[in-house]
Antibody, heavy 122, light 107 residues
Framework: EVQLVESGGGLVQPGGSLRLSCAASGFTFSSYEMNWVRQAPGKGLQWVSYISTSGTSTYYADSVKGRFTISRDNAKNSLFLQMDGLRAEDTAFYYCARHLVDRKGRRWFDPWGQGTLVTVSS | DTLMTQSPSSLSASVGDRVTISCRAS??????LNWYQQKPGKAPKLLIY???SLQSGVPSRFSGSGSGTGFTLTISSLQPEDFATYYCQQSYSTPHTFGQGTKLEIK
């Protein structure tokens, strides 16, 4: 079974740091691009970051650029999101999601992990 | 960024109803459009990709259509388990933006 399990969320003060992890199983992790998507409580979905299969290409939403860093360890089937300079508006559930692409370049996210909650508050 | 606008934002319907949710993109995105379902406390689940392709395991009462800037998600006969929030997402350009969601509630 294809599965993604996030961990590392919690309560952190403004300006603090947190590192999220996403453990992948049931598929060849190194062959898939990956993403982080977040959802503030009661709000909609916001794409946060993308990483290529090798980790050499990364993209970020403008709202997190320069503060968040996505990375992966293909040997350990793991995806990470290092979050520095956290702000109250970063409070959200953070989901990792596998990135699928067809031969026409159309892309979608499947599956998603269950999410981990990050709360930024003093 | 490509703005995705869903309508309506919320919808009340009854079991057995036919329901249509619309999604409009601020620029042409061909058929680079996906639909997700999210139930309370759960992760989003892929329903439709590439505008009209049904994800494996998703009931055939779900269908998607559209191209360019206008898209629809149709549920042909609502079942109790379909009451959830639905999101569209474009994958034509980065960032892969989402619509604001449509909450489908029981009438």
């Amino acid at each position: 079974e294809v599965q993604l399990v996030e961990s590392g969320g919690g309560l952190v003060q403004p300006g603090g740091s947190l590192r999220l992890s996403c453990a992948a199983s049931g598929f060849t992790f190194s062959s898939y691009e990956m993403n982080w998507v977040r959802q503030a409580p009661g709000k909609g979905l916001q794409w946060v970051s993308y990483i290529s299969t090798s980790g050499t290409s990364t993209y970020y939403a403008d709202s997190v650029k320069g503060r968040f860093t996505i990375s992966r360890d293909n040997a350990k089937n793991s995806l990470f999101l290092q979050m520095d300079g956290l702000r109250a508006e970063d409070t959200a559930f953070y989901y990792c999601a596998r990135h699928l692409v067809d031969r026409k370049g159309r892309r979608w996210f499947d599956p998603w992990g269950q999410g981990t909650l990050v709360t930024v508050s003093s | 960024d490509t703005l995705m606008t869903q309508s309506p934002s919320s919808l009340s319907a009854s079991v057995g109803d036919r329901v249509t949710i619309s999604c409009r993109a601020s620029q042409i995105i061909s058929n680079y459009l996906n639909w997700y379902q999210q139930k309370p406390g759960k992760a989003p689940k892929l329903l439709i990709y590439a505008a009209s392709s049904l994800q494996s395991g998703v009931p055939s009462r779900f269908s998607g259509s559209g191209s360019g800037t206008g898209f629809t998600l149709t549920i042909s006969s609502l079942q109790p388990e379909d009451f959830a929030t639905y999101y569209c997402q474009q994958s034509y350009s980065t960032p892969h933006t989402f619509g604001q969601g449509t909450k489908l509630e029981i009438k």
